[in-house]
């Protein structure tokens, strides 16, 4: 077997040595492009364009729980929270749910005339990062002394306290006969985004929304990527890998944790808000535990710690559940003769492959190096040998 | 950042002064304060003849505790199995509030294979009862014992989240499992004992049989488990694996089946909740083990993790908490009270009640 691997070891090398320098960075400049002409391949309001569209949204969610949970090591298994913000910034700041007031900037002459809070979407965006950001860094203060699993009961246990908030909103008054949140019913009609010379986005066409996610990714992503090579970012991983030796060695505890939870919650909103615009609803009902373990499920599989492995476990899991599942197999079951669809079942699939990631191969489909090591027992193997004869040419 | 300091100066004061007496104030406040207020405002009792009849005593307040203490009985039986794995291995066994779900779905499996009804006689009904509590124990046991081996001894050695993710795998499988067993809706299940019958009353608080349904599975269970883990060897033997896996091995201590053992006993308690959920309520549904679960771990965290008395005590805790919740601030409510209480414990006491100061909360 390890022969096996260290020839394996030795042709990627190999094929390392082969391709040029500049390689990286004309695959980057493919992808972008070949994710900008996309839609044009399929059309304008295909069932797979739409699946893109989600799939892209939730790579966007992953990317910002892969900083709390890959980087930084903090289980986060409350990320539905910031969906629920991010929504929630679209029904607050761009509908109109708020009658009592009327505000509007930047948004098209005919929602102008409407009553409410009507923001450009853009700034909804800006208002939905720090809204989260926020929100991220209260939830995050209790757990500070806290390590490992007490983290995700406590974050899980603010996710959940998020959403029976968001339920029972339409019980809390805010004055003038106005309400927190509608509950279930859900805060409907809100803005399509509207940008000057584009237009209001339609759901005849989805192409715009792919561009508008797309953009929201590649920012994502450019911040993951910069982050990670950051002070910021060495000192996340120095914390989750052994806090004590980190701290003493003069990184700053809470600034560093309140900072990974608040640029992952951050991105979180930023998804959120696209969901609640491109759904035109934000209901309660959304923002479900259930949510919160389909993220994590997509850092999992894809690789914790690894920008590209959260990038690709999110396409992944998304496409799985937006199209794969409900367009392509949902009736597979019934080909045996079951009598349920596969949509019903689709968290049990998404449990199962939980298992069996973690099991087979713990490192994920595009491991982080480090990572990868350390599930691996190569570090450990490492250390061993290092305690016992020195290993050397005989 | 410049609030982060000051924040976590703070907290560590919280900590320090709060401790275990800002706990019990905390948790004393709720029944403190409605019972001062039934005393001075009074409540509204009943309605005799279109007026309101109003009450000025405790025993609104005491029904509020008769039925904490048996939905209690519930949480108590799921957080000792928490409680027990994660002293022994560490691991939040998130899987096992479906455990829960499980055993009363096999209860209830198994009182139409006996042909409970109605009409079967109250000596057939107890028997059947005990038949499908045995049934649901072993059942929910084995199950247990089954998710260990697959899910959690691969991961012994890897690092702590790994066996946690697991965990949440599982009980989504699980919970699905429940789905396609008995659909998405909740489902009522025969009210074979007659559930809200009222056995007899105390001071003005009436005792129904559910209760003592619940209080007679729980207490005996309870009791048994204490003689094990103190006074046979499999049970001194899970004590020691608790305090060092590595000198317990040492030892001559078979460390892989003590462990199946605690899955065993926990996943049985977890079953025989099950059966008295189904038999209490009266209706099961293949979600309710999430909010258990939640439910139960919040009481094993609040007795202090790892500590079997601190379990049945934070379960009846959580239980009272539950029922003047749900009857006076509106059940809607309910969830995110008992959250709040896990959080402020996190907050003020990680150790809990009778807990002892472990690693991971320290």
Redesign the interface.
Known sequence: MSELQAQLREWRDAAERLVPPWWGKALAGLLVAVGVILPFLTGSSSGFLNGTIVAVAYAVMALGLNVV?GMA?L?D?GYVAFYAFGAYCVGWFGSGFFFGVRVHVGVSPLTSTLAGIHLNFVLILLAAVVVCAVAGMIIG??????????I???T???G??IG??A??GQSIGVGGGMTLTAGNLGISAVDSPWFPGSGSFGLLDLRPWYWLVFGILLIVLFVNLRVRDSRLGRAWIALREDEVAAVSMGIPL??TK??AYAIGAAFGGMAGAFFGAYFTEVNAGQFA??FS?FI??MV?VGG?GSIWGALAGGLLLGYINNYLIPDVLNNLPSAFGLS?QLS??S??I??????LV??VR?QGLFPERRRSL??TGEIAAQDGELGSEPVGPA | MLAARPAAAVLAALRRYGGRWGLIVALAALPVYYGVTDLVNGYQAAVVAGHPVIHHDLSRLGFNFAEGLSDGAIWALIAIGYTLVYGIIELINFAHGDVFMIGSFTAVGIWSVLGLSLTTSALGVIGGLAVSLVIAMLTTGSLNVLIERVAYKPLRNAPKLAPLITAIGFSFILQNVGLLWRGGSQQSVTDLIGAQKVVFTIGGVPILRGYIVAWAVMVPLVLALSWFISRTRPGRAMRATAQDPEAARLMGINVNNTVSLTFLIGGALAGAAGLIYAVYETQVWYFQGFQAGLFAFTAAVMGGIGNVRGAVLGGLIIGVIQSLSDERIGPQWTEAIVFAYLIAIMVLRPTGLLGEETREAG
């Open positions: 949970v090591g289980l298994l203060l209790p757990t500070l002394r806290l390590r490992g699993d007490y995700a009961i406590v899980l246990a603010f959940e306290i029976v908030l339920v029972n809470v600034k309140l900072m535990f259930g373990i994590v499920a999992v914790i349920f019903s079942v968290f049990g998404f449990g199962f492959l939980l298992v973690m099991t713990p350390e599930l």
